[in-house]
Every structure is written in C-alpha cells, then in structure tokens.
C-alpha cells in the first residue's frame, strides 16, 4: 500500500531562528545518544530545537519535522498523532546491534571496566516499541526510521538501578557506529523483514517458531501488523488465530 500525497494538507513550518547551539547542533538536557544522532542525521541547512505548535521539534528540514527517540514511543505518542494532521513528520529511532557496558565510578569521573554485552539485537526488535504507535504508519504524513547501531552504555553501581542490572544505574548511551539504516514507509514495508517461508495462513506460534523468537514477542508483531491493516485474521485453529497478508 503506498501512501496518498497529502500535500495540499500540509502547513508551511514558519521560519524561525535556530536557537544557540553547539557544533551545529540543539542541545537542551538531551543525553549523548541523542545528540549523536542528530549530529549523524543532520544537514548543514538543518533547524534544531524549533518551537512549534506548543512543541519543540528536535530538528527541522525544509518543511519535514524530524524527532529522535531512543526508546519510549508512550511519551511522545500524542505529540506525533498532533504534528501528523498538519505536518510531514519523520521518527528516528535506534536498534542497539551490539553494546559495549562501560562502569564508572560513583563520581562519574573515572572508567572502572569496559566490556562487551552478550545481548545482540537485530532489526526485529522494532516492534517493542512500535507497539504503542503501530496505527501511524498508516497516516500519509509520518514515516519511521531504524538506525541500527553499535553503542556503549555507561553505568555506575550506585545501588538506584534496577534489580535486573543489580541496582546499577545508567548514566548515558554513547554512539559508537551506525552499520546501517532501515526507512518505512507503510506497512507493507514490516512485512519484507519477516520469513519468506512463513506458511499461509500463520498463527502466532508459527511466527514465533519461524523467528526463533519467545511468544510474546511474536505476540507483540502480530498486534502491530493487525493494528498496521498489514495482516487480517482469516480463521482459527483451535484457540489460535490464523493471518494473512
């Protein structure tokens, strides 16, 4: 499905003066992963921290809202389901492939240990926040960017953070490297990262079978794609829903 020019629609982004920056770039509270993807993303023509419509857009091209969020689509769901009715918005958001766990003292002064994760991502790990925004695919003016990227995760054992990272607290996210970067469009674009070999119809298990993947994650990519108009329900096998797209 492509998207319908929505042009006539759209509202010309008044000029404004970019605010103080530095090395070109906007920097309010924003953490080192931010910035260092605003500072990868951007053109030397570029507005940074633009006052718009109660908002302030992370950085402005031409008439294109660009907004960087490197996790929680929650907080920011309202704002983009607003900017979408009268502007082209464009979401980056990265996809840690490999991380490096970096410890620093309780001071953050001075780099006790450096060490590689085991974890490792891969494109798929979109959805777990694509689910709480799945529906804006489908709106002509919004399209969804995925830099995959390798980063390092700065902690400190000052017993605040969360029992999973033994009470370590995360201090920042440094980007190391950007391998590459996936741009959808609508939503037939989530369907070309899933197996070729998924059977017709599918159920969920056969997802999570096909991806070697735990069930609740198969869950959350079934819900995008139902909620996306990508797959529709077609019938049931027992308890478990059949797909199609």
Same mark, same amino acid.
């Given at each position: 499905?492509?998207?319908?020019?929505?042009?006539?629609?759209?509202?010309?982004?008044?000029?404004?003066?970019?605010?103080?920056?530095?090395?070109?770039?906007?920097?309010?509270?924003?953490?080192?992963?931010?910035?260092?993807?605003?500072?990868?993303?951007?053109?030397?023509?570029?507005?940074?921290?633009?006052?718009?419509?109660?908002?302030?857009?992370?950085?402005?091209?031409?008439?294109?809202?660009?907004?960087?969020?490197?996790?929680?689509?929650?907080?920011?769901?309202?704002?983009?389901?607003?900017?979408?009715?009268?502007?082209?918005?464009?979401?980056?958001? !990265? +996809?840690?492939? @490999?991380?490096? &766990?970096?410890?620093? $003292?309780? #001071? /953050?002064?001075?780099?006790?240990? =450096?060490?590689?994760?085991?974890?490792?991502?891969?494109?798929?790990?979109?959805?777990?926040?694509?689910?709480?925004?799945?529906?804006?695919?489908?709106?002509?003016?919004?399209?969804?960017?995925? !830099? +995959?990227?390798? @980063?390092?995760? &700065?902690?400190?054992? $000052?017993? #605040? /953070?969360?029992?999973?990272?033994? =009470?370590?607290?995360?201090?920042?996210?440094?980007?190391?490297?950007?391998?590459?970067?996936?741009?959808?469009?609508?939503?037939?674009?989530?369907?070309?990262?899933?197996?070729?070999?998924?059977?017709?119809?599918?159920?969920?298990?056969?997802?999570?079978?096909?991806?070697?993947?735990?069930?609740?994650?198969?869950?959350?990519?079934?819900?995008?794609?139902?909620?996306?108009?990508?797959?529709?329900?077609?019938?049931?096998?027992?308890?478990?829903?059949?797909?199609?797209?």
């Amino acid at each position: 499905m492509s998207k319908k020019d929505n042009k006539s629609e759209q509202q010309q982004i008044p000029a404004a003066p970019a605010p103080k920056t530095s090395n070109g770039i906007g920097m309010r509270n924003e953490r080192s992963l931010h910035a260092a993807l605003k500072q990868w993303y951007a053109q030397p023509e570029d507005r940074f921290e633009v006052p718009l419509d109660g908002f302030v857009i992370d950085l402005v091209r031409g008439d294109d809202l660009v907004e960087i969020q490197t996790r929680n689509f929650s907080a920011i769901r309202g704002k983009l389901q607003e900017l979408v009715q009268k502007y082209k918005v464009h979401v980056l958001h !990265p +996809l840690t492939i @490999e991380k490096w &766990v970096v410890q620093v $003292d309780k #001071k /953050g002064t001075e780099m006790l240990s =450096r060490r590689k994760s085991p974890a490792r991502g891969n494109l798929l790990d979109l959805f777990e926040e694509m689910v709480r925004i799945p529906e804006l695919i489908n709106h002509p003016n919004f399209t969804i960017e995925f !830099p +995959l990227i390798r @980063e390092e995760e &700065v902690r400190c054992k $000052d017993g #605040k /953070g969360s029992k999973r990272r033994k =009470r370590e607290s995360i201090k920042d996210r440094r980007l190391l490297d950007v391998i590459e970067s996936r741009v959808f469009t609508c939503n037939q674009d989530f369907l070309t990262i899933l197996p070729p070999t998924l059977p017709q119809p599918f159920s969920t298990k056969c997802l999570s079978a096909a991806l070697n993947l735990p069930l609740h994650r198969s869950r959350q990519i079934t819900y995008c794609l139902r909620k996306m108009d990508a797959i529709v329900v077609v019938g049931k096998r027992g308890n478990e829903l059949l797909y199609e797209w």
